[in-house]
């Protein structure tokens, strides 16, 4: 399987994006899609998931601000940031996993892309 994700820039602080992320190679439409991001010193950081019933879960930390989505006719997942601020800087990930896999236990998953850079700077 692959995933390409795509749609990262630079952006001001209060700006907005939406990533995309291209699957093939495996069922995407009975696997879960998930985001992640590594920002500049830290961790891999879980952001959403969403399961193949498009059933949407968030961190307490991104509710509200992040909204993921799926078309399942074009093997995509979406991720829409609104309220961009510096500290949304980071690599942004997208990763699969088939039949439905837990979308928050990263280690878990099966198909991860090589990630879109975003910087949020005046």
């Known amino acids: 399987g692959q995933l390409v994700e795509s749609g990262g820039d630079l952006v001001q602080p209060g700006g907005s994006l939406r990533l995309s992320c291209a699957a093939s190679?495996?069922?995407?439409?009975?696997?879960?899609m998930s985001w992640a991001r590594q920002a500049p010193g830290k961790g891999l950081e879980w952001l959403s998931g969403?399961?193949?019933?498009?059933?949407?879960y968030y961190p307490e930390s991104m509710k509200g601000r992040f909204t993921i989505s799926r078309d399942n006719a074009k093997n995509t997942v979406y991720l829409q940031m609104n309220s961009l601020t510096p500290e949304d800087t980071a690599i942004y990930y997208c990763?699969?996993?088939?039949?439905?896999?837990?979308?928050?236990?990263?280690?878990?998953?099966?198909?991860w892309g090589r990630g879109t850079l975003v910087s949020v700077s005046c």
């Open positions: 990763a699969s996993g088939e039949r439905d896999k837990k979308v928050d236990n990263l280690h878990g998953l099966d198909y």
């Open positions: 190679g495996f069922p995407f439409s009975t696997s879960s």
């Open positions: 969403i399961y193949s019933d498009g059933s949407t």
